[in-house]
């Protein structure tokens, strides 16, 4: 009731919807639903006085003025659409695939509203690893390419150690020399 009532003192303002929606308070199609309940009760002329949350909620509870925004087609479909994107399924196959199997009216972009929501409720398990400073450092060596020296001919292999501290994140890196087999087709 609060964003509701907020909305109604932009618009009392001369705030148009599209800029309360950038607000982020509500859409602009439910902005313009709220506009013309505000317009009906007189809300918008300001000597009136706000009406107040209970107001608001007797009026918002009548279920010929409600402000409800459209459900989505996607709802029909909750279950399997919920089933696929654990599995790992992308969003333009599961569209695709509802499209296919159900003759789906809805865009993609209803089923990637319905998928980012999904991700909301249920974000990914991460494992947060702390280290006191000095306790740990993560230590990587590998085999690097191999440098043909242009005034020697001579075949110089690399191998690269890197070194990362896990309380800084600092990085430490080394170029390390080694020897490889000669290509005795190589022209020096």
């Known amino acids: 009731m609060h964003e509701i009532r907020q909305v109604i003192v932009r618009m009392r303002l001369g705030e148009s919807d599209r800029t309360i929606a950038r607000t982020g308070l509500m859409g602009r199609k439910k902005a313009s639903v709220v506009r013309v309940l ?10 009136n006085t706000l009406p107040d949350e209970t107001v608001l909620a007797q009026v918002l ?9 459209s459900s989505s087609l996607i709802v029909p479909h909750r279950e399997e659409v919920t089933r696929w994107w654990r599995e790992g399924i ?15 009216a809805g865009s993609y972009s209803s089923v990637r509203r319905f998928l980012q929501g999904l991700e ?17 450092a993560q230590v990587d060596f590998g085999r690097g390419p191999d440098i043909v020296d242009v005034y ?10 890197v070194m990362v501290l896990a309380w800084s994140r600092h990085m430490y890196a080394e170029v390390v020399r080694g020897y490889c087999q000669v290509n005795e087709n190589a022209t020096p």
Do not use: M, N
């Not at 992308?90 to 789906?104: D, N």
């Not at 398990?125 to 000095?134: A, H, I, Q, S, Y």
């Open 120 to 136: 909301q409720a249920h974000p990914a398990l991460t494992t947060v690893l702390e280290f006191d400073p000095g306790d740990a």
């Open 38 to 47: 505000a317009q009906s009760h007189g809300w918008l002329d300001v000597a």
């Open 152 to 161: 020697t001919g001579e075949c110089i292999a690399s191998w690269v150690l």
């Open 90 to 104: 992308q969003g333009t196959t599961i569209h695709a695939a509802l499209v296919r199997k159900y003759g789906f």
């Open 61 to 69: 509870a009548d279920p010929e003025e409600s402000v409800s925004t």
